[in-house]
Structures are given as C-alpha cells and as structure tokens.
C-alpha cells in the first residue's frame, strides 16, 4: 500500500525490539501483559493471549499503564518532613538515614509496647508479606483494605459457602444461562466480567444486572434493575420466599451438601436454644424419618426430615434448620407487595425473576457425563447443572446490612442447587475452605509483648465470643476495635477507623502509623477534611502530634505524602519482582490454580526500592524472626525475589507453587527452587495446574479435590466442607448477648448484638438510615467507578485523565424536575456530617432516589504533581467529605463507627443527603476548596504537552525503509 507521497504505508509496524511478560497493576485483577520494549524503553502494552485471567484481553488502564510509570507525580528520593505537616515541605534523605529512622520509631514501639505500632496497607498485593511481618514485629494492629473495600462479601461469603465472590469462586460463564449481578462496578474483577459477559451474549444466555445506576456492565445487561441502595436483601429474601412457596428448591442438593437437615435446639430464653444437637462426639445430629431416631448429620442412609419438631429421648425439643428458614422467609414480610415499595422493584417484576430463575435452574438444567467420587467414597457419573450464577460486590458490601445481604445471595444459590455446579458459581482453588479450620485473631493482652511476635495471625474468623479481642471488661484491643462487640467479625480490619481512634486515644493512643499505598488523607477516607486535621492536630500540653509519627511508602505524589514524617518511595509495577501467591489472593480461575509473578521490566531511573523490599530490610534490622539469621545478616539480602524463592511459611510452603523442589519437578509443595523464579520468567509470568475434570464440581464435597487441596495445604483435612444456611457461629453471639456464657457483651452492646448476629440472613434499613432524618436528608449518594480508573490510580494518568478529567453529580430528570434542578446547575450536597458545592448532570438510569458520582476523580490541587488549576482539583470532587466515618450519636454520647454492625466493613453507600440548589452568587466553584500542598524537591515540572510517541516515531523515520 502508498500514501499519495508514494511512501511505502507499515500497516503493521514493529511495536518493539523486546517483548516481556509480567502481570498487569493497574487495577486489582491482575492480568497477563506483554510489554514490548524498544531499545530498552516501554512502548506498548499488550494483553497475553495465554494467560488465564485475560486471555488477551486488556482494558484502558491496562494498556495506559505505561503513562503510570512515565508519571510526573513519581518519587524519586525518600523524604522526611521539614515543615509542618500537610504542607508537603520535605527534604530528601538517602535510604540509610530513612531506614534508620524508621527502624529506631519501630524498635521503640517493639520494645515498650507493640501496639503503639498500627501497620496498614491499602490495596497492595503481598498481603501474605506484610501481615507475615507484622505478625514477627508483635503488633495486633494490622490489616489491609478489605475493611473499606469488601469484608462483606468475604466474611458473608466465608461464613455460608466457605468461599466468596471474585477471587474466591466466579459464575461458570462457558454453562451459566441466567446471571443475576448485583452492585458490580466496573473495576471488580473487570477482564474477567467483560470476557465473560461476552461468552454470555455469545450464548444468549440472560444478563441481570441489579444496581441503582446504569452504567457500565448494568449497560449492557439484558435487564435493568435500578433498586434503591441498600434494598437488596430485602429483593432477595423475597425472591427466596417465592422459591420456598413454589417449592422450587434443590432439596437433594440441599441435604447432601449444606445443614438444612441439622437440628437446632428449640428451647427459647436457655443457654443451648438455637445451636445444633450433637452427639458425645461433637457431630452435628439430624433426624432420620424413617427410623425415627437421630443420626449423625452425615450418615449418608439417614433419611432426613427437613421440617417438623421432635422431641428427644431427653426431652429437649428441637427442629431441622430448613424449617427455620421456612418460618423465616415465608413471612409476609417479604412478600413481592411488601417490599415493593421499599426496593422500588415491582412486585411482578419480582415474581417473574423468581420465576425464570426456578425455571432455569430446574427446567434447563445441564448434565455433563463426568465421573466423580465424594467423601463418602460414592461414585457418580454425572454432574447436574443449576445453570443460574450469582455475583456481587461493593453495591452490596458497603451498606452496614451488606454480610447479611451477601449471605442471602449465597443461599438463594444454595436454595437452587448452583453453588459449584455446571452453570452455577463455581469455586477457584486453593477455596471453599472450611470455617472451622480458619484461623482465629491473636492479639489478646497476654499475646502482646514487647519484642516478641504474635503467636498466629491478627485477622481471623471468629466463631465464638470467647474468639473476640476484647479485655475482662469488654474493651477493645486492636486500635481499629476489630473483633470487639463492635465489629465481632471484622476479618478485615476496620482501616477507616485506624487515625479517628489514633487521634482520639481509643480504645489507646500509638506511637507509629505506619501506611502502604494507601491515600488516607483523600479518597481512602471518610470524613476527608476532617481526617487532614486529626493529621496535623497537636496535643495541647507536648506540642507533639496526637498521631506523633507517620511512616507512608507509595510510589506517587498522592495527598497522603504530605502528611506523612518520612517517606519511602516505592517502584512501578513494571519496575519489581512480586508475586500473586496462593497464600493471599491468587489468580486461579475454576478450573484451574494458578499464580503469577512480576518481574523488572524496566530498572528504575530515581532512587526507590520495592515496598516489599525495603519491609525486609526493616525486618533485619529489627531481628524480627524469620527475617535475621543468627549472625544477624540479613535472611534475604537479595530482596523480595529472595524471599519469593526461598521463604518457607510451613516447610516444603512457599509464596509460589510452581516449579518447587531443588530440579523445579514438584508443585504445591517441595523444596526452594533457586531457579524458580526463572521457570516463571520463561513461562510467560505465571504457573497454572488444570484440575482433572473429576476434581471441578461438587468441591465441597469432593473426594478426590479435598485430597488434592489437603496435599496443597489449602484444607487441613479432607473432610466435607458443609455449607452454612443456617450459622450457629453467629447464635452464639447472640446468646452472649442473651445472658449466656462466660463472655458476654456489655450491658451497652446487648442489644445491638442481638439484633444483628442473627443465624439466618436478616434485613434491616442501612444503619445511618435508622439515625438520621429521611425528611432532611431523603436521598441516597453514592459513588461509581468508571471502567478506565481504579481508586485514585488512574486520574494522575496522561491517558487516562483525558477520558474522565472531572466529575458531576448525577440525577435522575425526574428528580431534576421536582427539585427545579437543570443539567450544569450548581447545587449544595448536605448530609448529616457536611456539605459540598458541585455541578449537576441529569440522566436517565439512576433510581429516581439516588444521586451518584464517579469515585476519586476530585483531586486536591498541588498532589499527583498535576498543575494547579488542573480540572481534577477546580471541578472534581469527592463525596467523602459527606460521609462520616462515625454514625450520629446514639443517645449516650458515644458514636459507632459508619460500619457494618458485625464485621465493621465501611458503609459508604449508606449515605443519606439533600440537594439544594446554590444561588448565582455561589456557583462556580467546587466547595470545599484546598490550598495546594508544596511539591517535594526533586519532582520535576510536567510537559505541557506529551508526546510520548513522538521519540519513537523518529527513531522509525531514521530506519531505512524495508
Ligand atoms: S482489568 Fe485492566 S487494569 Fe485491571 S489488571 Fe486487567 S488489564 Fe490491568
């Protein structure tokens, strides 16, 4: 081909003179890139074809990823502060005074009390690293995002299928033929859900899509439903009493694998109602119908009943748990009618998707000829499909009702038969795990010592009062009060509480703050003005500030910087080693585990070091355990790719799975392999083992899976995993708070925990809804992402900035209308803890009583080294100003925190505001209004103009023509 110069046309040009492979950072779902260099310089990003999260497939931010690694807003030095806090004046230090410093603040902290270290991560992923080393350091206060991202979904999840939604299990998108999603943005396992969608339209398969707004994936879906925040549960209980009264249930399935059969004690106000009758051994009974007597739950001749109450021989009186799911959900309460109006769902539209869920699941189900053996050795020769799945997400966790909601997902699943079935939500290895075999929090008082480590991990399962971190008076022990009456099954953490409760000395003051990537002081936080401050508060009688040191590692110049006493600049994740490890969040897929790596791609042109690495380093010179050899030399002085190689956490148990043992021959488990990392390399980055078709379905339960997940550490047996309808862990709790046992919770708790630790799903309105006043505050806020940004990642990108550079509040026309509020309007947002001033759009496919916006692209003017008057910091905003991160008072002075009652995940779509038009005189400008922070020295001024391609376009023009 020529152009009309006669110039010969490349229509496919050379994107490079290298190609690497490496997993993509640019938002949590880690997929498979190639990354083609040119004379040792990025120049494109490709998906990998053959990798197994993507296939080839790569989003915006994914290819954009090149403009993160070329950002001006990069650190380039470590710093420590000179000016006061939030001014952003730094100095630039080398590595050893900054590793010195913060190893004499954490050396004192490890010395005197460990606690006075809180050690937080934001959406890093080498959480198996971090929590590893804050487990050696001593200190309980450790956890990463998930309290503010998702614990809902994982402790809801955990606690009913012993597995959850996105990394843990996905719809089986080659067989599902009705999808139900609810509240997914669109960066939650985003690649993924496109590929999948795509198989689903392929199909024909039904695309459900339940989410206030549509955008994104909800664009796409077959059918819209545009609910009213935090109403899902009630939807969904209704949808699983309309199953119940059609009896369109799986009762086989139901019986085989979950505890509807299990006898639960009637015995109301005694300290045994509502737990399971067990035999002398501990094993759940049921009652056999035919022999009318009780048998071991699993006793796989018993012909169990499922409804009615029996008496026992020892006169206790007690019934099968499905009956109590029965009474519960066949109340009118949740009757189509009766939550119509509520969730803004007719009741016929309810009714019909109970339906043509029923229908799919039961008159279309799949049946694959494959051969299977459970643990009570029976073989099968065939697996039966319930092609219906289920998935969800932060639409459902961040409301404080999210863990019940998510549960009854998880049962509606259970009810029809299609968890870990052809078409259902299926299992990713290393889960489903079992609950009981978990692990519990350390952090009790007499597990904290100076200099000592934590006898197991902070974050756990709690199953029982007696689990909880709380001293003899019920107090608190963590500084996030995870795991105390507060937020009993926090097994996330409760990052959003760590610098109110800091500041304020509650439950007790710390010494060290120690952050990873995560932007505390913007849009990670509630309450984002009011958190700066608690920041740069002094105490009045020392001078010194309430949160007297702040440690912060991140690889840009995010708004948290400035707030911080030292900084440890991080790398690029094209820049690292890292590992996607099978003791944190993997990227196995269902039919398959799996795990990756990162490798450098490029070295690093400034003076910074990996996170992961500069923590070891920190490691050794605290002698933490596991870190320091007995000459107290460094235990990996190569750094994070030496620790990936060689650290053990249980012999022949390292972060990879791949290629182990001395010839890399063994998988799962065997012996460091020094060149493992290299195998990866040369495997495009990752390691996959397909599990043999006879191992893909029916996990829970699975003979030869549960041996396989034993010998891989992933289970410590290979018994049956019995899924959890109803939740006798949760009973007990509520027992406690009944009187019973010997930890009970303070006469204050009492009735908080009653009400919320229910054994089977309940619905309440959100917890900030019951507070404040609906008349004052009559609409729902709440925030989307857009599909080419993740948190505050992408909107300091070059590329990425151009497509969302700045933010509306969205509004359904018709509540424009009433309100007398047109596109482009400025409006007051006012909720109970403040107000913003922001620009209005109008929209269709928004539920009439919600405004929304798109989340972190507000940025404050001065950080991500963007220019002054960039339009992310003059006409962005966040609603996180609006949001509390305490709920209003409750009566006695004190105030909760924004959270879910049980597991503490942070309830930011709980919001409740008002929008009132602003006068001329106020329109304009976006309020509130920061003054810029100082850029930090050696930050250079970004170009006007990038023309990124412009070095290579004349490096190609110099080549001779072919
Ligand atoms: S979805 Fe996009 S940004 Fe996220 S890991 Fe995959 S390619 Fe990267």
């Not at 339906?355 to 051969?371: K, N």
């Not at 120690?514 to 936080?525: C, G, K, P, Q, V």
């Not at 030399?633 to 956490?649: F, L, M, V």
């Not at 009400?755 to 006043?773: F, G, H, K, N, R």
């Amino acid at each position: 081909m020529t152009n009309t110069n006669d110039r010969p046309i490349d229509t496919s040009p050379s994107v490079g003179d290298e190609v690497k492979h490496t997993t993509c950072y640019m938002c949590a779902c880690r997929c498979g890139i190639k990354v083609y260099l040119q004379d040792g310089e990025i120049r494109y990003i490709q998906g990998n074809r053959n990798h197994p999260v993507n296939k080839g497939i790569l989003c915006a931010k994914g290819s954009a990823g090149i403009m993160n690694f070329k950002s001006p807003a990069k650190l380039s030095k470590p710093l420590k502060r000179v000016g006061p806090r939030g001014s952003g004046e730094f100095k630039e230090i080398e590595w050893e005074e900054a590793l010195d410093t913060a190893t004499a603040w954490l050396a004192r902290c490890r010395a005197t009390n460990p606690r006075k270290l809180a050690f937080f991560t934001g959406r890093d992923q080498s959480q198996s690293l971090t929590s590893w080393w804050a487990q050696q350091f001593g200190t309980p206060n450790f956890s990463a995002h998930g309290g503010f991202c998702s614990v809902n979904m994982a402790a809801g999840g955990l606690y009913t299928i012993g597995s959850a939604f996105w990394e843990f299990g996905e719809p089986d998108w080659e067989n599902t033929k009705y999808f139900l999603m609810f509240g997914v943005a669109e960066d939650h396992d985003s690649n993924p859900i496109k590929k999948g969608i795509g198989h689903l339209k392929t199909r024909g398969a039904k695309f459900v899509s339940v989410n206030p707004v549509r955008t994104g994936y909800s664009g796409v879906a077959d059918e819209w439903i545009g609910i009213r925040p935090g109403t899902d549960g009630l939807f969904v209980m209704s949808l699983i009493r309309e199953l119940l009264r059609a009896g369109t249930i799986d009762e086989e399935y139901l019986v085989r694998y979950t505890n509807v059969h299990w006898l639960v004690i009637r015995n109301e106000g005694g300290a045994d109602h509502g737990l399971y009758i067990r035999d002398e051994n501990g094993a759940a009974q049921c009652w056999d119908g035919e022999k009318q007597a009780l048998a071991v739950n699993t006793d796989v001749n018993a012909k169990p009943i499922l409804m009615g109450e029996v008496t026992l021989p020892d006169g206790r009186k007690a019934v099968p748990a499905f009956q109590l799911i029965a009474e519960q959900y066949l109340d009118d309460q949740f009757a189509p009618e009766a939550v119509a109006e509520k969730t803004g769902i007719s009741a016929d539209t309810i009714r019909r998707i109970a339906a043509e869920l029923a229908d799919v699941a039961f008159q279309q189900s799949i049946e694959l000829p494959i051969e299977w053996v459970d643990t009570f050795g029976r073989k099968h020769d065939k697996v039966i499909g319930r092609p219906v799945a289920m998935h969800a997400m932060r639409g459902i966790s961040a409301h404080s009702n999210g863990f019940h909601t998510c549960r009854a997902i998880h049962i509606l699943q259970l009810l029809l038969g299609s968890i870990d079935v052809p078409g259902g939500m299926r299992y990713k290895p290393p889960y489903p795990k079992a609950l009981y075999s978990l692990p519990k929090p350390f952090g009790k008082d007499r597990e904290v010592q100076p200099n000592t480590p934590l006898a197991g991990p902070h974050l756990g399962f709690p199953m029982a009062p007696e689990q909880l971190l709380i001293d003899d008076d019920g107090k608190a022990m963590r500084i996030d009060k995870a795991f105390s009456w507060e937020a009993p099954l926090a097994t996330h953490g409760l990052m959003h509480m760590v610098i109110t409760n800091a500041w304020k000395g509650d439950p007790y003051p710390i010494d060290t703050l120690f952050l990873y990537m995560a932007n505390m002081a913007w849009n990670s936080t509630m309450n984002t003005s009011k958190v700066m401050d608690m920041l740069t508060d002094k105490n009045e009688e020392t001078g010194e500030y309430k949160i007297p040191r702040i440690i912060y590692s991140d690889a840009f110049y995010s708004e948290m910087v400035p707030y911080a006493d030292l900084i440890l600049p991080d790398t690029t994740y094209l820049e690292r080693w890292d590992c996607i490890s099978l003791l944190d969040r993997p990227i196995s897929h269902a039919d398959a585990a799996a795990d990756a790596i990162r490798h450098p791609i490029v070295e690093p042109d400034r003076d910074v070091r990996c996170f992961q690495e500069v923590l070891l380093d920190l490691g050794a010179r605290l002698g933490l355990n596991g870190m320091m050899n007995d000459d107290g030399s460094p235990k990996y002085p190569g750094g994070y790719a030496d620790y990936i190689t060689n650290h053990e956490r249980r012999p022949g148990l390292g972060p990879l799975a791949g290629w182990r043992g001395k010839d890399g021959t063994e998988h799962g488990r065997g012996d460091a392999n020094p060149d493992q990392l290299k195998r990866y390399v040369e495997n495009e980055g990752f390691w996959e083992y397909t599990l043999p078709e006879a191992h893909r379905y029916y996990r829970f339960a699975n003979k030869g899976y549960l041996e396989w997940a034993e010998t891989m550490a992933f289970t410590t047996n290979a018994d049956q995993i019995v899924m959890k309808i109803y939740s006798e862990a949760l009973q007990k709790f509520r027992l406690a708070a009944q009187g019973h046992g010997d930890v009970q919770p303070p006469d204050s708790e009492r009735e908080r925990i009653e009400t919320y630790a229910s054994p089977l799903p309940i619905w309440y309105p959100p917890v900030e809804e019951q507070m404040v006043d609906e008349a004052a505050y009559p609409l729902h806020a709440i925030t989307q992402r857009p599909m080419h940004m993740y948190h505050s990642w992408g909107s300091q990108n070059a590329w990425l900035r151009q497509i969302t550079g700045d933010n509306r509040l969205y509004m359904s026309r018709e509540k424009g209308a009433e309100l007398k509020i047109e596109t482009d309007d400025w409006v007051w947002v006012i909720s109970h803890n403040g107000r913003i001033k922001v620009q209005v759009a109008l929209m269709d496919g928004v539920n009439k009583d919600t405004v929304w916006t798109w989340n972190a692209i507000g940025k404050r003017p001065g950080a991500w080294n963007l220019d002054a008057d960039a339009s992310e910091g003059r006409k962005g905003f966040l609603l996180n100003h609006l949001i509390s991160e305490l709920l209003p008072e409750k009566g006695d002075g004190y105030r909760y925190s924004n959270s879910d009652p049980l597991t503490g995940q942070a309830a930011w779509f709980d919001l409740r505001v008002r929008v009132e038009k602003a006068s001329v005189a106020d329109e304009g400008v976006i309020e509130p209004a920061f003054q810029p922070t100082a850029k930090p020295p050696g930050m250079s001024h970004p170009p006007e103009v990038l023309k990124y391609g412009e070095t290579f376009r004349k490096t190609r023009e110099k080549e001779p023509s072919a």
